[in-house]
Structure formats: C-alpha cells, structure tokens
C-alpha cells in the first residue's frame, strides 16, 4: 500500500485500500465502503488494480484534446437538444441548462456509444477511452458488489437490475478542462450538483478543486496519485431507498493561477430503458418505499433541463411518509 494511502485524516474523505477485495479482506473493505457511503457518500480507492500506463495515456489523451484549435473541437460540439459532445463557455449552442456557467468539458456515452461525437483528432481518443470505459466497467461491479453484500442481497443484485434485459449498463464519461486562471476573464467551474447516475469513478490530475458539501461544509478533496475518488449518485440513493445518499459536490479551477486542471469522470448507472425504484428486497411493512420509480431515460431527460442544481433531481422522487 503505498504510504499516502495510509496518512490520510480522519475528518478527510475515507481512503480505502481495494488489495484482497476478492479474497482474506472482502469483509473489512466491504464494511469500509459501506460506512463511506453512508457517511460521505464519497472516498478515494487505492490499490485498485487498473494499470498506471492506462490512466497517463486517458489523461495525455483528453489533454491533448483540449489542446486544439477551437475549430477542430467545433466537429464534435454539442448540438441543441444533445448532451453528448464538446462544450464550451463560449458557444452560443451550449447554453443550455446543463451547460450553462461550467467550464469546458468533453462528454460522451460509451454503452451504447455515440459514434458521431468521438473526436477523429487525436486519432487514439476514442480506442482509448472506450478500453479504459471498459476497465472502469469491471471495476464499478466489482465496487457495487460490495455494496449489494452490504444491502443483504446477493452480490450480483445490483449490477443485475442496472444492467436491465440488454445485459448493458449506462456508461458515460466526462472530461473537465479547467484553464489557468490567469489566463480567463471569468474562470468557471462546474456547479453543485449530485451526480445523476449510479456511481462516479474520477480521476483527477495532481490539482485539488473537487469539493463536497459535508455538514453544511464545502470540504475539498485532495487527491491521491493514482487513486479515483468515487461517489454515489441519484440512482444508487434510490436503489438502495435511501441508505446510500447522493451527495452534492462541485469542481472548481486549481488554486494556483498558473495551473491547468483536469478531472476525468466514468459515471456507471442503469440501463436507459430500466425502471429504477427502491429494491424490492429492501421493502416490507416497516420500510415503505421512500423514492417513486421511472425509467433512468426519464430520469436524465429532467436532468439535462434542469441543469446543475444541487440535489433537487433526487428531492423531486423524495415519497412524503404520512
Ligand atoms: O472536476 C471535478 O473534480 C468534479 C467534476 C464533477 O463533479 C462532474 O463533472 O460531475
Ligand atoms: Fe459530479
């Protein structure tokens, strides 16, 4: 384990070592994971197994996108109505809801992909990112079966339900590029939001600037080398009725004025056409159903005209107990 991984504060976000997840110590970090979700609905995984190489080339990769010129990146812009593409401050067609006020990122959904906005240029963005979409895949379940274990129901429950009758998850990334400040008139970050999905697996660079909101509290998070800082999202509060909250979090530029950030997210959630309620397992006399159910495409349609605004996407499925 490497030392930074053990030094972290108690009044941080957990650290959680993932080596022997499949063996002697499956229990001690399934009980670390659940208590993490419970009480930050956010921690950092270390030791988790995804190659080191995978990670630089994910990250030279989406830098180097960001890189060109303004005109190359237009070929794969949002166009109005979609969320999936290039976004950017400065287009006029990105000022949606879910646009609006963020900085510059690249989005894109990876099952089932969308072809038309994988940028051609550099030539190994889309190979990339697609064999490292799929590295994440494996490791959010093997993360969700921990968490189903915790819920009492077989491991595979939660995985099952959100990979739905296709057999395929809802795998979506997003790159944010924050400039240095100094070199923007208004620098922008990406606004308080609870992830929509299921769970986020991030990658940031060296730079700190995601915060949670913890009591109140923006509490920043510093990252660890190598580590993703996972979260829980609408989908598994909802999942779990309640036990797992989402939490509200926000991107902001490095502190240092003369450096870039970039922070490299792969949301996992439910298949699109999934309708996605409280698991029957967790349900009887004594715990009614707390969050009504619709289909995760219903879900992200109200999103999207929303925008990035705190928690009240899962505050609108809330059930009022009598
Ligand atoms: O930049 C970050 O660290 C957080 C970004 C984020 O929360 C998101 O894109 O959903
Ligand atoms: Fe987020």
Request: charged letters at 40%.
């Given at each position: 384990m490497d030392s930074e991984c053990k030094s972290q504060l108690h009044e941080r976000v957990p650290v959680i070592d993932f080596e022997g997840f499949d063996g002697p110590n499956r229990e001690k970090i399934r009980r670390e994971i659940a208590e993490a979700c419970e009480s930050w609905g956010f921690f950092q995984l270390c030791?988790?197994?995804?190659h080191q190489d995978l990670m630089r080339r994910v990250k030279d990769v989406s830098k180097e996108f960001f890189y060109l010129p303004e005109e190359e990146k237009m070929k794969v812009k949002v166009k109005p109505g979609v969320i999936q593409g290039w976004s950017h401050p400065s287009l006029a067609a990105s000022a949606s809801k879910l646009t609006a006020n963020s900085t510059e990122y690249y989005h894109n959904l990876f099952k089932p992909l969308r072809e038309d906005v994988v940028p051609l240029n550099p030539p190994t963005f889309g190979i990339t990112w697609i064999e490292y979409a799929e590295q994440i895949q494996a490791l959010a379940e093997n993360v969700l079966a921990l968490i189903s274990e915790s819920l009492n129901v077989p491991s595979d429950t939660l995985t099952k339900r959100m990979r739905g009758p296709t057999d395929s998850p809802y795998l979506a990334n997003k790159v944010n590029y924050y400039p240095p400040?100094?070199?923007?008139v208004d620098p922008l970050g990406v606004p308080s939001h609870s992830d929509p999905t299921a769970i986020t697996f991030l990658l940031a660079d060296d730079e700190a600037g995601l915060e949670v909101k913890k009591d109140d509290k923006w509490m920043p998070i510093n990252p660890i080398e190598n580590a993703f800082i996972v979260n829980v999202g609408d989908q598994l509060e909802i999942l779990s009725n309640g036990r797992f909250p989402s939490v509200d979090h926000r991107g902001l530029p490095s502190k240092n004025p003369e450096h870039e950030r970039l922070s490299l997210a792969i949301f996992y959630s439910a298949n699109m056409k999934c309708v996605v309620g409280p698991l029957e397992e967790l349900l009887d006399e004594s715990h009614p159903p707390l969050y009504s159910a619709c289909t995760f495409e219903e879900y992200m349609a109200k999103f999207a005209a929303r925008g990035l605004d705190g928690k009240t996407g899962i505050a609108s499925r809330q059930i009022k107990q009598e």
């Open positions: 030791n988790h197994g995804l400040r100094k070199d923007t």
